[in-house]
C-alpha cells in the first residue's frame, strides 16, 4: 500500500521501519528537515518532507505528532488528500478526540500502539517496536468499516495484538496502567529525594538495587510526556488517583494500628491480582 507517516519521532519512525521492510511504500512529513533526512538515511521512509501536499498519493496516513497537534495536522491534512484516504492516529489519549476527528474525516479512525522506550525522536524509531505488544482501535458507532479493517490489517502485519474498545473505556484503561503508575513512580522518587539527612540520603542511592530500578522506570522517563498525559487524560488521571490515595491511607492506617492481619489480606490480594495484568 500506500502509506503516509506524519510526524517521524519514535513511533511514527517505527511504523515506517516495519511497513517499509514489510514491502509498503511509505511517505513522512515531520517538522524538520534535518528528520526527514535522517528518517530517509534511517530507512523508515521512501519519501520525506515537511509539505503535507507530498501526501496526495497515499491511501492511509498515520498520524503520529504530539497529542496536542493532531487534531490541527488533521485538520491541514484533508484539503491535500483524496477523501477516500483513511486517516489513523497513535496517541496515548482517544476520549472526545475520536468523535471530532471522525467529524473532520469520516473515513478517520483512532488507534493507539501500546509500546514505547523512554527516548524519543527519529533516532529513537526500532524495527518490530510493536511485535507482540497490544494495537488497540477505538471505534465509535460512525466509524466505516474498511477504515477500521484497512488499519486493523496493517496493525497485524506489524504483529501487534489487536484489541478494540471504546475511546473513553480506553482512557481509564490507560489511566490505571499507563499514566498512575507513572505519577505513582515519580511519588517515589521525590519521596526518596525527599530525604532531609544526606547520609541517609547516600545511603539509600548505595543501596538501591532491582526493586528500585523496576518501581522508578517510569517516573524517571520523559517529563514532557507524562505532563502531557495529565493534561490529556485528566478526568481518568485524578480518578485513578484519588482511588490510590485510599489505598495508602488504608495501608497507613493499617501499619498506625498494627493491623498486620489486614495487611496480610491485602498483600495476598495483590500477590494473587497482579499476574493477569502481565499476559505473555
Ligand atoms: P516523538 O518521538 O517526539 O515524535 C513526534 C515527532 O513529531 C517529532 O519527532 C517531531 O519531528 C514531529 N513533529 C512535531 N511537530 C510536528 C508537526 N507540526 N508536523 C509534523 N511533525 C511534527 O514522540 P512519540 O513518542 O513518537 O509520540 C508521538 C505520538 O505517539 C504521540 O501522540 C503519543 O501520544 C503517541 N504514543 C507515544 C508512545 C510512547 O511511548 N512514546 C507510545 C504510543 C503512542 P521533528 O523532529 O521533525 O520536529
Not at 482512557?171 to 499507563?178: G, M, W, Y
Amino acid at each position: 500500500m500506500k502509506i503516509g507517516i506524519v510526524g517521524l519521532g519514535l513511533i511514527g519512525g517505527s511504523i515506517g521501519l516495519d511497513l517499509r521492510a514489510l514491502g509498503h511504500e511509505v511517505w513522512g512529513v515531520s517538522q524538520r528537515a534535518s528528520t526527514c533526512d535522517r528518517a530517509i538515511a534511517r530507512g523508515a521512509v521512501d519519501h520525506a518532507s515537511q509539505d503535507l501536499g507530498s501526501l496526495h498519493p497515499v491511501e492511509v496516513v498515520f498520524v503520529c505528532t504530539p497529542i496536542g497537534l493532531i487534531e490541527l495536522t488533521i485538520g491541514r491534512l484533508g484539503s491535500h488528500l483524496d477523501p477516500a484516504t483513511i486517516i489513523t492516529d497513535v496517541a496515548s489519549v482517544k476520549g472526545d478526540l475520536v468523535a471530532r476527528l471522525t467529524q473532520q474525516w469520516p473515513n478517520f479512525v483512532g488507534g493507539h500502539p501500546m509500546a514505547g522506550t523512554a527516548e524519543n525522536g527519529i533516532e529513537a524509531a526500532l524495527s518490530e517496536l510493536f511485535v507482540n505488544n497490544p494495537y488497540v482501535l477505538t471505534p465509535i458507532e460512525t466509524t466505516r468499516p474498511r477504515a477500521i479493517e484497512t488499519v486493523a490489517q496493517l496493525a497485524k502485519e506489524l504483529r501487534a495484538k489487536l484489541l478494540y474498545c471504546d475511546p473513553h473505556h480506553h482512557d481509564r484503561a490507560v489511566a490505571l496502567i499507563s499514566h498512575l503508575p507513572v505519577m505513582v513512580s515519580a511519588s517515589l522518587i521525590t519521596t526518596c529525594l525527599g530525604e532531609q539527612n544526606p547520609d541517609i540520603l547516600q545511603l539509600a542511592q548505595n543501596l538501591a538495587s532491582s526493586g528500585f530500578r523496576d518501581t522508578s522506570r517510569v517516573g524517571g522517563g520523559n517529563p514532557e510526556l507524562g505532563v502531557m498525559m495529565a493534561q490529556h487524560n485528566r478526568a481518568a488521571l485524578l480518578a485513578s488517583l484519588y482511588a490510590y490515595r485510599g489505598e495508602i491511607d488504608r495501608l497507613i492506617e493499617q501499619v498506625e494500628t498494627q493491623d498486620w492481619p489486614g495487611l496480610q489480606s491485602v498483600l495476598e490480594t495483590t500477590a494473587a491480582g497482579r499476574s493477569p495484568f502481565l499476559k505473555p
